[in-house]
């Protein structure tokens, strides 16, 4: 077993995924009546990065083999995909969305500061508890579960910031505190997978080594129990608020550079308030 052999075999072809990719592309083109602008490469590149991280042999290389491989998937599950999808959908479409009373009573509570961090920075939280991120592993429905999740929970956590109408997101300096206090709570959880003890996760102790690649893995890669761990909290950590710095400062760079910024608006009662 060689790299490249792993990584052409290691691909996953489920149905489910890929047909799930094609109807997420295919109700937006309906939606959007299939007139693409240049915004809908947002989407499609969302949708791709989708496919990529749960089909790929990052995909079946975390399941199997590595937690960082695993933590990357995750990564990309919370930290570009839902950008992404958010930035492609055009402002005309959000706004028929929310011309439906339930979507817009559902989306005043989603978008409310305190709400939205505390979903999805508790969902990250959750799954990385070992019992249940260990569970998702040994059962294919938690696991699925457990990325649909991730998805969902990702996508409320980024609304506030990112929401295709411009008057639903928050003030680019009150979106300073929301994705710093992110920032720390990612960077809370990497330091401590960084620093507990090798074998955190149990079920990487002993991997299922369905490709018989565990020894390409441990010994041609040199990544051991201990490394893995190491790896996938640094991912945990670095990555992650590298996306917050990011958004942060291109979101002030576009509120320096309009034509008249304004000063941040106190938020609707409660909105920031601890966020």
Not at 153 to 173: G, K, S
Request: net charge negative.
């Amino acid at each position: 077993m060689t790299t490249t052999d792993l990584l052409l075999r290691a691909w996953e072809w489920e149905p489910s995924i890929i047909a799930g990719c094609i109807a997420l592309a295919a109700v937006y083109g309906a939606a959007v009546r299939f007139r693409f602008a240049r915004q809908s490469v947002f989407f499609f590149a969302g949708v791709l990065a989708l496919f990529l991280a749960t089909a790929s042999p990052i995909d079946t290389i975390g399941e199997s083999y590595l937690f960082s491989a695993h933590m990357l998937q995750h990564f990309a599950l919370t930290m570009i995909v839902p950008p992404l999808l958010l930035l492609g959908v055009p402002s005309e479409l959000a706004e028929r969305a929310l011309a439906a009373p339930p979507v817009a009573r559902i989306e005043r509570v989603l978008r409310k500061a305190p709400v939205a961090w505390s979903i999805g920075i508790g969902a990250i939280l959750a799954w990385h508890i070992p019992v249940f991120f260990d569970a998702g592993l040994e059962n294919e429905a938690i696991h699925i579960a457990q990325h649909l999740c991730l998805l969902v929970t990702a996508t409320i956590f980024w609304w506030p910031v990112l929401a295709p109408l411009e008057r639903r997101r928050m003030h680019p300096v009150l979106a300073i505190p929301y994705l710093s206090t992110a920032c720390m709570a990612c960077t809370a959880i990497g330091v401590t997978i960084v620093f507990a003890p090798a074998g955190l996760y149990s079920f990487y102790l002993n991997p299922p080594d369905p490709y018989g690649a565990l020894s390409l893995i441990r010994n041609g890669w040199g990544m051991s129990v201990a490394t893995d761990q190491v790896t996938a909290g640094l991912i945990m950590w670095v990555p992650c608020c590298l996306v917050f710095i990011i958004v942060m400062l291109i979101g002030l760079g576009r509120w320096y550079a309009s034509p008249e910024a304004e000063e941040p608006v106190a938020p609707v009662e409660g909105e920031l308030h601890n966020a």
